[in-house]
T-cell receptor, first 113, second 114 residues
Framework: GENVEQHPSTLSVQEGDSAVIKCTYS??????FPWYKQELGKRPQLIID?????GEKKDQRIAVTLNKTAKHFSLHITETQPEDSAVYFCAARGLNTGNQFYFGTGTSLTVIP | ETGVTQSPTHLIKTRGQQVTLRCSSQ?????VSWYQQALGQGPQFIFQYYREEENGRGNFPPRFSGLQFPNYSSELNVNALELDDSALYLCASSSPGRATNEQFFGPGTRLTVL
């Protein structure tokens, strides 16, 4: 099955700085890569996603890049704000795994005011 | 907020007992996936149901079983509960036939096994 690794596990940045979270995946047939934000005690919320036929996608302060050859994708948050503090999960969905989603272990982001 | 709902919100059981968790999918979604999220971990895929049939299973023992109903709602059953089953159980609904690939999570059921 798919194996998704995520780094770093914790990340602290000053307000206004950028944050980058990286993930790798093992199944070359994976074709969809969402990122979720989970606040304490709440459900994961989709914040951005990218399909395998696209190299980069941006939505305001959030961007995701995908390198299919290297099988890694990254989340970039610019101009971080305290409300960006949460746990972020990457995930991969692969055709070889029955369209099921496999998640990374999460990154706890703290934005220091 | 998504249209996915789960019940109950919290549950406390003892070892050896059985539990049933419920999930109502978002309107128009015919696929429900169940995940176990232990504290400080990412969601772990348990299984997926598509049109009332199991459509894939993660690395969980047979005492984890499920059902999907004609209205696409779903149940997760866990028999012979163990302490390590304590976790947040999330369901997510999606509709692979649509252009979007998104899955939408419910609020989860917090299960505590004593």
């Amino acid at each position: 099955g798919e194996n998704v690794e995520q780094h770093p596990s914790t990340l602290s940045v000053q307000e206004g700085d950028s944050a980058v979270i990286k993930c790798t995946y093992s199944d070359s047939a994976s074709n969809y890569f969402p990122w979720y934000k989970q606040e304490l005690g709440k459900r994961p919320q989709l914040i951005i996603d990218i399909r395998s036929n696209v190299g980069e996608k941006k939505d305001q302060r959030i961007a995701v890049t995908l390198n299919k050859t290297a099988k890694h994708f990254s989340l970039h948050i610019t101009e971080t704000q305290p409300e960006d503090s949460a746990v972020y999960f990457c995930a991969a969905r692969g055709l070889n795994t029955g369209n099921q989603f496999y998640f990374g272990t999460g990154t706890s982001l703290t934005v220091i005011p | 907020e998504t249209g996915v709902t789960q019940s109950p919100t919290h549950l406390i059981k003892t070892r050896g007992q059985q539990v049933t968790l419920r999930c109502s999918s978002q309107s128009g979604h015919n696929t429900v996936s169940w995940y176990q999220q232990a504290l400080g971990q990412g969601p772990q895929f348990i299984f997926q149901y598509y049109r009332e049939e199991e459509n894939g299973r993660g690395n969980f023992p047979p005492r984890f079983s499920g059902l999907q109903f004609p209205n696409y709602s779903s149940e997760l059953n866990v028999n012979a509960l163990e302490l390590d089953d304590s976790a947040l159980y999330l369901c997510a609904s999606s509709s692979p036939g649509r252009a979007t690939n998104e899955q939408f999570f419910g609020p989860g059921t917090r299960l505590t096994v004593l």
